[in-house]
């Protein structure tokens, strides 16, 4: 293997020595299976490419200063996944079962774990498709559960910085009763032309409003949103929203911090007031937002006046951050250390 470039990774794939794969076949699911190979065998009749049966989720591995590896939060991985298995109709795969292919793709693939000051970690990709061949309209009989890993820099090439967003009002991620509320591949395919758009213009990402009424505020690109404001953390509430486990674990760390938490329906007109706003997800963690251009209005709601973090965002960044690498007591039991 050539020498990793730890404090220069992208957030993109590189080769690692092992993925771990579960078969469901005859109604139940078999024994784990651990490969070297990169593709999958597939039939073109497969439901995951004609009907989009699939799902996937994203966790971190991180290694921390006193050497140990931590997972975070792997049950709540879990739950949303078997979430989106009910809402596609897939076969759910059991925390237990989840846990230990998450274990063995981390073990085998320890050496591409990042060491502890290079701002990089493990990212984890869980990925279950339907495999068995059929053209009418209704679920798999076969499914693949497979797990790879590899290691990443920051999703946003200056780390914790402040971006700029843009209010994109002729594209819908989801609708209300939709897929939105679970991790499955339509969803990102149904932003890729947002995406585009608002790095054509100059932005970090593309900011949704609700489908239905173009009144309230959605997602930010691939992320959650919330916003600061009179000691208040703010995060919309939605049927159409993909649960965030960062977004979960930074209403708790902000009720530690003696913040109040309010999940309710936020109006456009609301990001006036905000005094600090952050996308979150696991792979940024928080990207604190600078400004909210909304271009067929021509309104700008200028966040970070300074253009740099606020002291919530930044105080919030470091304590996930922090109980991510073990630097941080882990007072509510997030972290799994990989013996």
């Not at 966790?59 to 078997?82: H, M, P, S, T, Y």
Request: with cysteine; charged share 25%; glycine share 8%.
């Amino acid at each position: 293997m050539k020498e990793i470039d730890w404090a220069n990774l992208s957030f993109g794939y590189i080769k690692t020595d092992y993925n771990v794969r579960i078969y469901y076949r005859n109604e139940q699911w078999g024994e784990l299976e651990v490969c070297s190979e990169e593709t999958i065998p597939m039939h073109m009749a497969a439901t995951c490419l004609h009907y989009g049966q699939e799902a996937f989720e994203g966790l971190k591995a991180f290694r921390g200063k006193d050497g140990k590896v931590r997972i975070f939060r792997l049950e709540e991985n879990a739950a949303r996944l078997q979430s989106t298995c009910r809402g596609i109709l897939m076969p759910e795969l059991s925390t237990e079962r989840f846990r230990e292919a998450v274990l063995k793709a981390v073990k085998l693939n320890e050496r591409f774990i990042p060491p502890y000051e290079s701002g990089a970690s493990l990212y984890i990709r869980p990925l279950l498709i339907g495999t068995s061949a059929q053209v009418g309209v209704h679920p798999a009989t076969e499914y693949l559960f497979v797990i790879f890993v590899t290691p990443v820099g920051p999703y946003f090439r200056g780390g914790f910085a402040t971006n700029p967003y843009v209010i994109i009002r002729e594209f819908d991620r989801a609708a209300p009763l939709g897929t939105g509320i679970y991790k499955v591949g339509g969803n990102y395919a149904a932003s890729l032309r947002a995406n585009k758009k608002a790095h054509d213009l100059g932005y970090s990402s593309e900011f949704y409003l609700d489908a239905k009424e173009k009144k309230y505020i959605d997602e930010c690109g691939a992320a959650n949103f919330f916003g600061i404001r009179n000691n208040t953390y703010i995060t919309p509430k939605s049927t159409s929203i993909l649960p965030s486990i960062t977004n979960k674990s930074l209403m708790q760390l902000a009720e530690d911090m003696g913040l109040k938490v309010e999940r309710r329906p936020v109006p456009e007109e609301e990001l006036n007031l905000f005094e600090e706003a952050g996308a979150c997800g696991t792979a940024a963690v928080i990207s604190p937002i600078e400004r909210i251009d909304d271009v067929e209005s021509g309104k700008s709601y200028v966040i970070a006046k300074d253009g740099k973090p606020g002291p919530v965002c930044t105080k919030l960044y470091n304590k996930l951050r922090g109980i991510q690498y073990g630097d941080e007591p882990d007072t509510h039991g997030w972290v799994t250390i990989v013996e």
